[in-house]
């Protein structure tokens, strides 16, 4: 035997690991749709500031993890696609081994999630590094070798079964990976509607302007500006130096973000939203966010400049005004963005969430109301 793709499978160049995977799942069934369409019809874009003792922080520009109460990019895209998407863990690595095997043999590529610490293809150099939020697809096997190919956003490479389990198996927080992996049903797809396209935007546009907790979205950038002033009396200098390459890397498309921490992908999104919906608008908010996706870059410059310096706090203070200035940007643009949507669709929001997307005040929307 030798290692080779399932028959029919192709390599895609891709952006982010999660939406690059389903594309290729999705390509593999000839369900055609575009990565930025998967992202933003999954409800996927937001922001989130997260620092927790013993971990570099966290500059993301992701939402709709899966966790309890929330179903997660992966099965809402498939809910608006008409794909039946369902997820899977196991603390066993013999059965995931085992399940895996079958689904190929049954000739399926799977999607699964590892630790890129313990993938050989990537060079982190000295660096211990792990990530546990990996998202991958196994697209081929030999028994001979005990190899599988993995399909990653910029090409296939060959890896030992042992270097996969442990990969699967990985025990790094925050984000173990639990050895999950994923199956989808393609036997009822379609293309999302204009009415799930806005379902999605309303959903994103939320989570920025009226988020849980003051780390998730436009409170989460201010926050994270101001906090990151104060990362030099929190870490020694190795750690600091690392904490400004992981928010290079979670905000440049080095690090899977399409770049400008996944604005340029929303972007795009956002223009295919246009022709679906028949909304002219919705590509002016598209001009905004590629906008904002250039001053992200800017920011990520300063943070990987500082990572390479020899005095890696000096730079800090260089990132705050741009941040706020990006936050105010950002509050703007999904501001306008809500207003593609009707009142009657948000009429099951509260009055405070409503007013927040449609860029109005409460005191205006009551005069109006009374």
């Known amino acids: ?55 570099p922080p966290i500059v993301g520009g992701r ?72 998202a991958v697809v196994v697209c081929g096997y030999d028994a001979e070798t005990r190899q599988v190919l993995i399909a990653d956003r910029d090409g296939v490479y060959p890896v030992s079964m042992e270097d996969l389990a442990k990969a699967r198996g990985s025990k790094y927080k925050p984000f173990p990976p639990r050895h999950k992996w994923y199956t989808f049903d393609f036997s009822h797809n379609r293309q999302p509607t204009a009415d799930e396209v806005r379902e999605a935007i309303a959903e994103q546009a939320t989570g920025m302007l009226e988020p849980p ?83 992200w870059q800017e920011v990520a410059a300063i943070f990987k400049r500082g990572w390479k310096t020899d005095d890696p706090a000096a730079v800090l203070p260089e990132t705050t005004a741009p941040m706020l200035k990006i936050a105010d940007l950002e509050e703007a643009a999904w501001g306008r963005l809500g207003g593609i949507i009707s009142v009657e669709r948000l009429s099951n929001l509260p009055l405070q969430t409503r007013c927040a997307i449609l860029g109005l005040s409460v005191t205006i929307s009551e005069q109006v109301n009374h």
């Open 213 to 295: 907790i003051s780390n998730i979205g436009v409170k989460g950038i201010r926050k994270a500006a101001k906090r990151a002033l104060k990362w030099p009396d929190l870490m020694d200098e190795d750690e600091l130096r690392f904490a400004l390459f992981n928010t290079f890397i979670f905000i440049d498309a080095t690090g899977g973000t399409g770049g400008g921490i996944f604005r340029y992908m929303f972007s795009r999104f956002l223009r295919e939203a246009a022709e679906i919906t028949d909304d002219a608008r919705l590509n002016e908010s598209a001009d905004a966010f590629q906008h904002i996706g250039d001053q």
């Open 1 to 55: 035997m030798t290692l080779k793709p399932l028959g029919g499978f192709k390599s895609l160049k891709t952006h982010h690991c999660a939406t690059g995977s389903m594309r290729h799942v999705y390509a593999y069934h000839d369900h055609d749709i575009s990565e930025d369409m998967l992202l933003g019809i999954g409800s996927g874009v937001g922001f989130i500031y997260w620092h927790t003792k013993g971990a």
């Open 63 to 134: 939402a709709n993890f899966e966790r309890p109460g929330e179903e997660g990019l992966e099965k809402t895209t498939g809910r608006r696609t008409g794909v039946v998407v369902e997820s899977y863990t196991t603390s066993s690595a013999r059965k995931a081994e085992r399940t895996l095997l079958k689904m190929l043999d049954a000739g399926q590529p799977v999607m699964i999630y590892c630790d890129m610490g313990f993938l050989p293809y990537f060079d982190f150099g000295d660096s211990d590094y792990h990530f546990g939020g990996h």
